[in-house]
């Protein structure tokens, strides 16, 4: 057996949730242990995440979008004057 030490505030909040499903404490907690976990989705590259992201911009939004955002990043997003190419 295991001893799990909470303070008497947690444990009675986790007795109340427990009861509201008309568990006692004990049979909650094996409950919750025994739930099946969700499925982990995999993981993806970044660029890929951002594809999907930019799939439903329009195109006249894109076509306003500056040619040098990448290289200047800074001065879109922080207002610092344009590097020098």
Do not use: C, F
């Not at 025994?34 to 939004?61: S, T």
């Amino acid at each position: 057996m295991t001893v799990i030490e909470l303070s008497d505030e947690h444990a009675a909040a986790l007795r109340a949730k427990a009861a509201s499903e008309g568990l006692s404490l004990e049979a909650w907690l094996q409950m919750l242990a025994d739930q099946e976990r969700p499925a982990v989705r995999p993981r993806r590259h970044i660029a890929d995440v951002i594809l999907d992201n930019m799939k439903d911009v329009p195109p006249e939004a894109m076509a306003r979008m500056p040619a040098d955002g990448a290289s200047q990043h800074d001065h879109y997003i922080y207002g610092w004057p344009k590097k020098e190419a």
